[in-house]
């Protein structure tokens, strides 16, 4: 099952829908009257209904085939206020080398923000702040459900699905601070989707291959499997001390190929296309403009 948001009114107001086939079908068209299901804005709010709802979901699916699909399309994030976006630094061992780091002795952490989410098709704005824009696709894992001291061994089952998240960067604003509250956070530093996942659907992380074009040509290529710190035992260790709640946002980190570590870097600039992909979620585009 995949779960997207739409805009679907003024103001930036947004409903869940499916997609199947091809077709984006409104939630609110399959519910029955007076469901909980109806109303739902995007994928977390139906995962703070607890596992019940979503299974009740994958039960309406196959009446998708049946219901009318959206004709205007316009995607907003799968999640659009999410409690938490946190990421994670230096996770694959070819990116390290590529930017001259140094392997981390502990998980790397940093936030984002909801202020830095934009949807697939929305632009990512390079502010003049910053010569040095970069992107880092990444694997997204979507909580399903709230979530404290879980164990690894435990910590799928806290997996409501996944997406796709670029881990835009101001390279030289990141490399002036101690912290990378600007160099991470700005906004449209996020983008997301263009779809949720369901877990249920998913298949093993290690499986996954993540890749990103830019304007056509392939810049990063590696399978989910090279993360140095596996997704369970980053969900563990997170929430040894923050508590994860539905629809919160784990970017797991980027594999090598990103432009920091190029002999020659050009970096992004208004114009340019980037294309994140897993093939079993989708591919989530987004133009830089000025």
Not at 108 to 134: C, H, M, N, W
Not at 239 to 249: A, F, N, R, V
Request: hydrophobic fraction near 45%.
């Amino acid at each position: 099952m995949k779960m997207a948001a739409l805009y679907t009114g003024e103001n930036k107001q947004t409903s869940l829908h499916l997609l199947v086939d091809d077709r984006y079908v409104a939630v609110d068209s399959l519910a029955e009257e007076g469901s909980r299901l109806r109303g739902l804005a995007d994928v977390g709010a139906l995962f703070a209904l607890g596992g019940d709802a979503v299974e009740e979901l994958r039960g309406l699916e196959s009446r998708a085939a049946d219901a009318p699909a959206v004709s205007d399309v316009r995607l907003a994030p799968p999640v659009t206020r999410p409690s938490k976006i946190i990421c994670v630094g230096l996770n694959y061992v070819a990116h390290i080398e590529e930017t001259n780091s140094v392997k981390p002795e502990s998980i790397v952490l940093f936030s984002k923000y909801a202020s830095s989410l934009v949807a697939d098709g929305e632009g990512v704005r390079k502010p003049d702040i910053t010569s040095q824009l970069d992107y880092e696709a990444e694997l997204a894992v979507v909580i399903g459900r709230r979530t404290s001291g879980v164990s690894a061994q435990d910590a799928m089952s806290a997996i409501g699905g996944f997406t796709l998240i670029n881990d835009v960067s101001a390279r030289d604003l990141q490399k002036a601070e101690k912290q990378w509250v600007r160099g991470k956070g700005l906004d449209t530093f996020a983008p997301l989707g263009p779809v949720v996942l369901d877990a249920a659907s998913a298949p093993a992380i290690e499986d996954m291959r993540l890749t990103l074009s830019l304007n056509g040509e392939v810049r990063q290529d590696a399978l989910c499997s090279l993360m140095i710190t596996p997704v369970p035992e980053l969900i563990a260790h997170i929430s040894q001390y923050i508590t994860l709640e539905p629809g919160d946002i784990i970017a797991t980190g980027t594999p090598a190929g990103v432009i920091l570590g190029m002999d020659d870097p050009v970096f992004l600039q208004p114009g340019d296309v980037m294309t994140v992909s897993i093939d079993e979620i989708g591919t989530l585009t987004n133009p830089v403009v000025s």
